[in-house]
Structure formats: structure tokens, C-alpha cells
């Protein structure tokens, strides 16, 4: 079987991919506000959801069967979604449809008869639920095990285009365990393994089967696959160029947090990239306060702009080797606490411009902008688009300084994460004045270059992290190394207390100045009632957020630099602090009450990243100095 060809580009300038993947299926119902209908409208050309996984029994491997009778339901049921998504995707001119999976997983009851034939001893590896038979390596075996999932998925969905495989993280099926596809003993072992990965998977997906491969190079890691220009074109200068296989490179260097630069491996080596962004990201409110990626994915961010390194697709396009790059995969990610009514304003309006431009990237993105808010929302007044537009910016900028710390960041190094500060790797660590910042340089010539700190993450996923995350009081915060957590430390020690909580300060009166805009600007002009409520219900929930967090960070860093000094804060500020994270906490739990089906999901001020994590919130941070 050939795999489809890929559509005819509209336009001479298009880009051949222009994928969406979706965290379920997406054929039946808008699931993450989508249908592979509406996607295509937009300008997706292949969809991607669904697991291959969890579609498939391995029914080809003597001993079986590998799942009881709650599992086979499963798969029938997965598979009953893959035929539908198929039919879906293939009912619209020129999209595809692909299937997931995350490497290497199996169906437990197969690992407990073959873990000895499926595993390495002599291999590390990472993963979530790995097997206790040990680390899945690619054994013959495992080539063999692969190779009849592969001839299962060619027999059971004819019409399936390609894969979409993500190395790096892996989220197994139900009664699946696995870990990523690597040894990670020392750097030349995920070089040598990754090597073999994608060999394997070239001969026997693209060479023999005549299906799309799409590998997503995702690891939490700047030093290896995703991040790093060298280890990259180590791994794929061993693997020839296929016209169906394509690298998938996400657009930051690691994850898709504010304050990280373009990732270098972006137009490194010889094979065809898709540059991969987040829709409704789970770093930026999932879209319950306005989000909007569309001009800083473009264009370039704006605290890029004053390290000389502003750039966006626009500026790939223009620089990288022919043929490179390739087009862009759209992921959908959100925690379900964050609830998001329909009809998903912000997550539409950045698929319709980021699939809108691919497909056309003559087209200023601007323009695109404005044609989706007359299109989607059926505002006529070209004034009130502008405005919109006017709204969608500024609250972007807001968000960078509600989620991140400048006083902080700017300071140091802007390498990778937020609050890049400090350059490790093996002959030291240290920090680097800004003198010394590499402007220029594309990539890092250094194998060692480990990722630094995520201080975007003090609020992370649906929750706002209080003292223990920001002093790293109980080596909560989400870094490789605990120094560079200590986010309060440095600034109280430097003298910067005031400089972050006027960034914060100044964040809250933007979105009161964005909140007032949108009634008077914007409003009056969607004539839609769900998308009027839902614009609206969005921008209060900034301003509120944004006033919480403006608030906590007073009481939180006023307290905290009295006990750091010994010097006592202004019990009178931090009294009027703590009134205000009062006022403006209750006004951000209104919302509910104020827009019904509108009201976008809350944060949460209790705890950090979940509840599970055992880790205080703001609000505990909070209570510690409502006594001064």
C-alpha cells in the first residue's frame, strides 16, 4: 500500500504539512473545540489522534490473547473511532489521517511471557509506568513485535495515511506499559539507539509499507534530540532522506513556555521538518484568559526582541535549507480542570491563522488574523477587528509578565527555559552577565548543555505556587538543578523586589485597560451571544488573574524579603496586599455566577501542579503574613 500523496499546494509558496493532533478523536464531535470538517476550513491538510496502541491486540504473537475482556473492548472501541477518523479525514479534499503512539509500550500480559526478548539489562531508560521486566529496548524481538503491529494497522485500516511517533515521554495505554525509545546510559548510547530507531522505523514504515512517518523529537531535555543542533544532526545524518519521513521540532526549545528562544535544531540537517505549536496551551491558561500564539509564533516574541533574536516561522522560512522546513503540527493540551466554553474563541481564531499561514505564507499574519475574527465571529466593523486584535496582543504581553519574571530573567541567560540563568555543562557552572550572552550563535557546539530552570512554572498547569516553589523550600520547582529555583532569593539579594512586583502591578492595569476595551471596542460588534459571553467572560478572567497574582506576589515577596533580611516589611503594604488578594480572589470565583455556560475554568491558589504533588499553593504563602 502507497500512502496518499500529499495534497496539491494551493498556492507556489505553501507548505506541503499543515497537521493537527488531536488529544482524542476528532471525526465525531468537537473534541478540543475541533472536527476534522472545521480543521480542514482552516487549512489542515492531515489529522492526527488516537493511538496505534491501543488499536491493536498483537494477535500475531504466539501466546496470546495479551488483553482480558475490559481490554479487548477497548481496542474494538479504539478502533471502531480510528475507522470513523479515517472516513472523516479522507471525506475532505486532500487530508489525510494518521495515527499516534508514544515509543516503546506493550500490553502488560505480553511483557510478563517476552520481557526477557522485548528488554535490555544493560540499558537505562525513562518513561511514565515502566515495565518491572525493565527497560524495552530494540531487540529482535521488539523489531519483530513492531513489525507485526505495523502489518496489523496496514490490515485492519486500509485507508491510514502515516504515523505520528513521539519519542522522549511516553503515556502508555491502559494495560500497556513501556518507556521511551532510548538508552540513556551516556550521551553515545542515545545517540547509537536513536540511530537505530529511525532506521528501523524509515525501512519498515516508509520502505516497506509506504506509510507517513512523522517523529516528533519531544524530550524535557535542551541537551539531547529536541534542543540540541549537534546531537540532532548526529542522530539524522545516519538516517537517509524518504520523501514520507518528516521530523517534527517544536518551536521553543523546550516545551512551549514565554522566555524561550527559537529551537536551533529548527532547518539543522537534511530532512524535512514541521514546526510544532501548541493550541490552547496548558502553559498559558489554556485559553480561559484571551491566548493568542499566532503573532509571536510568526513573527517572534517580544522578549526576544531585545537580545537580537526575535524571530518566528516568518524568519525560518526566509533562512532555512531548501525543502527544510516543511510545514507545522498544531498539538492540542490542556488539563480538564481548566474548563474552556464553547464556541473555544482563542483556540480557533490561533488554529485558523497558524494553519492559514502555513498554507499561505506570503499572507501577513496580520491579515489572517483579521479575516478569522470576520469569518469566525462575524464581526463586519474592520475598527472592532483591530481592536480585538488590539486585545489579543496586549493580553499576550500581560500573560509573559503575570507567568514569568523579568527582574529575574533578564538578568541572566535566556538560553532554554524561563530563568535560563546559568550555563551548565561539564567543565562548569556558572552564571553569565549579559555581556556574554551568544547573540548570534544558532546552536550550542556543546553535547553537555543541560536545560535551566522553568520559573514560568511557579504556576503550572491549573495551579499558582506559592513560597515553596519560588525559594525552593522542598525542591518543588521543575528544574535539573535546585539553584535555579531560587527565584525570590535573587531578586530580595539584588535588590529587585520592586522591579518584579511592578511588572506584576503593571500586568494587572493592562488587562483592566484590555478588560474596558473589549466592552467598549469589541463587544458591541459580535453579533454572536455565545461568542460575545465568551470574549467577555475571558478578558474579566484575566483581569482578575492577573490581580491575584499581582497581590499574592506582594504579600509573598514583601514577607519573604522581611525574613530573609531580618528587616520587617510594611505591615501597612502587606496588610493592603493581602485585602486585595482577598477582593480580587472572590472576584475571580464570581465568574461562575456572573456568565453561566460562559465562564471559562478557575485556577487554583492551594496547591502547585496538583493536588497530588503535596506541594502549597499561593494562598498558604498568602495566610503565612496575614498576621504582620
Known amino acids: 500500500m502507497l500512502a496518499r500523496a500529499a495534497p496539491a499546494a494551493p498556492a507556489a509558496a505553501a507548505l506541503p504539512f499543515v497537521i493537527d493532533q488531536a488529544a482524542h478523536d476528532v471525526s465525531v464531535a468537537l473534541v478540543d473545540g475541533f472536527n476534522v470538517s472545521l480543521l480542514a476550513r482552516y487549512g489542515v491538510n492531515a489529522v492526527a489522534a488516537l493511538s496505534i496502541d491501543c488499536a491493536t ?54 511483557l510478563a511471557r517476552y520481557g526477557a526478548q522485548l528488554t535490555d539489562p544493560r540499558a537505562r531508560c525513562g518513561g511514565y509506568n515502566r515495565s518491572r521486566a525493565g527497560c524495552i529496548a530494540l531487540t529482535n524481538f521488539t523489531r519483530a513485535a ?23 515521554e511516553n503515556s502508555p495505554c491502559a494495560e500497556h506499559q513501556g518507556n521511551c525509545p532510548y538508552d540513556s546510559t551516556s550521551a553515545d548510547s542515545m545517540v547509537a539507539s536513536l540511530q537505530q530507531l529511525l532506521l528501523f522505523l524509515r525501512e519498515e514504515l516508509c520502505v516497506r509499507r509506504g506509510l507517513a512517518v512523522v517523529f516528533r523529537t519531544w524530550d ?64 498559558g491558561g489554556c485559553g480561559t484568559w484571551p491566548l493568542y500564539i499566532g503573532d509571536g509564533l510568526i513573527n517572534g516574541y517580544e522578549e526576544d526582541a531585545g537580545i537580537g533574536l526575535k524571530r518566528g516561522l516568518a524568519w525560518l522560512l526566509a533562512n532555512a535549507p531548501a525543502g527544510v522546513f516543511a510545514g507545522v503540527l498544531t498539538n492540542h493540551q490542556c488539563t480538564d480542570e481548566l474548563r474552556v466554553p464553547p464556541p473555544w474563541v482563542w483556540w480557533r481564531l490561533e488554529q485558523q491563522v497558524v494553519s492559514g499561514w502555513a498554507r499561505a505564507p506570503a499572507r501577513a499574519e496580520a491579515e489572517l488574523f483579521d479575516e478569522a475574527v470576520a469569518q469566525q465571529l462575524g464581526v463586519a466593523d474592520a475598527g472592532a477587528r483591530a481592536a480585538l486584535r488590539a486585545v489579543a496582543l496586549g493580553a499576550m504581553s500581560a500573560n509573559l509578565r503575570v507567568q514569568t519574571c523579568a527582574a529575574f530573567d533578564e538578568q541572566l541567560l535566556e538560553v532554554d ?212
Not at 503491529?149 to 502515516?162: H, K, N, R, S
Not at 535546585?482 to 531578586?491: E, G, K, S, T
Request: a positive charge; glycine letters at 8%; hydrophobic letters at 50%.
Open 57 to 110: 491486540t498483537l494477535d500475531a504473537i504466539p501466546g496470546g490473547p495479551w488483553y482480558d475482556a475490559v481490554g479487548l473492548k477497548a481496542v474494538n472501541a479504539t478502533r471502531a473511532g480510528v475507522r470513523a477518523m479515517i472516513a472523516a479525514a479522507h471525506s475532505e479534499p486532500g487530508v489525510r489521517a494518521f495515527l499516534s503512539s508514544d515509543l516503546f509500550q506493550f500490553p502488560v500480559r505480553l
Open 146 to 168: 513492531y513489525a507485526a503491529l505495523f502489518d496489523e494497522l496496514v490490515a485492519q485500516f486500509p485507508g491510514l495515511d502515516g504515523l505520528v511517533l513521539r519519542y522522549g
Open 417 to 628: 527555559r524561563p530563568t535560563a540563568s546559568v550555563r551548565v555543562s561539564r567543565f562548569g557552572t556558572r552564571l553569565l552577565p549579559r555581556s556574554e550572552i551568544p547573540f548570534v550563535a544558532p546552536a550550542y557546539p556543546s553535547l553537555f548543555l543541560r536545560a535551566s530552570v522553568p520559573q514560568a512554572n511557579w504556576m503550572l498547569w491549573d495551579a499558582w505556587g506559592g513560597l515553596e516553589v519560588l525559594t525552593n523550600t522542598n525542591h518543588s520547582c521543575n528544574a535539573f538543578d535546585a539553584a535555579h529555583c531560587l527565584v525570590f532569593p535573587f531578586l530580595v539579594d539584588r535588590n529587585l523586589t520592586e522591579a518584579a512586583l511592578a511588572e506584576k502591578a503593571a500586568a494587572a492595569a493592562a488587562y483592566a485597560r484590555l478588560n474596558a476595551s473589549m466592552w467598549a471596542d469589541v463587544l458591541p460588534h459580535v453579533p454572536d451571544a455565545a461568542a460575545r459571553g465568551a470574549l467577555a467572560a475571558s478578558v474579566e478572567a484575566g483581569a482578575w488573574a492577573s490581580a491575584v497574582v499581582s497581590a499574592g506576589w506582594t504579600v509573598m515577596l514583601l514577607g519573604y524579603a522581611g525574613d530573609r533580611t531580618g528587616r520587617a516589611p510594611n505591615a501597612t503594604r502587606v496588610r493592603t496586599a493581602v485585602a486585595a488578594y482577598d477582593a480580587a480572589w472572590e472576584g475571580y470565583r464570581s465568574l461562575a455566577g456572573r456568565w453561566g455556560a460562559a465562564a471559562p475554568g478557575l485556577f487554583n491558589d492551594s496547591y502547585w501542579q496538583h493536588p497530588q504533588s503535596g506541594v502549597p499553593g499561593m494562598r498558604q504563602s498568602v495566610a503565612r503574613y496575614r498576621g504582620l
Open 220 to 283: 524535557t531535555s535542551t541537551q539531547f534530540f529536541h534542543a540540541n543542533a549537534t546531537f540532532y544532526e548526529l542522530v539524522t545524518g545516519a538516517v537517509a532522506p524518504h520523501p514520507l519521513l518528516t521530523f517534527s521540532v517544536k518551536h521553543t526549545m523546550l516545551d512551549f513556555w514565554r522566555r524561550v528562544r527559537l529551537n536551533p535544531t529548527l532547518g539543522a540537517g537534511r530532512h524535512q521538518q514541521v514546526v510544532e505549536a501548541e493550541v490552547g496551551g496548558m502553559y
